[in-house]
């Protein structure tokens, strides 16, 4: 519960950033914005999971970090 803001965050930003390359700012989406213009599917599938995966690997992450803090401080707290 200690980081649940931050893991949102951090995956809002990851979907920002995905999202950005439409604009022109690059970074994760350009790949995948650039499969779309090619109407080619398996560039877009690709893509598309490969940003699913980072999004998952970093919320897994964070939560394992979160849960870490909060088993540490509750029993430092019950103690």
């Not at 439409?22 to 877009?44: A, V, Y």
Request: charged share 15%; aromatic share 4%; glycine share 10%.
């Amino acid at each position: 519960m200690v980081l649940a803001g931050l893991r949102i965050a951090a995956i809002a930003a990851i979907a920002i950033s995905t999202i950005g390359a439409k604009f022109g700012s690059g970074g994760l989406g350009k790949l995948l914005f650039d499969g779309i213009s090619q109407t080619r599917m398996n560039k877009i599938a690709l893509r598309a999971v490969l940003v699913a995966a980072l999004e998952l690997v970093v919320n897994a992450g964070l939560s394992t970090i979160d849960n870490r803090i909060t088993s540490r401080w509750t029993a430092q707290a019950s103690a």
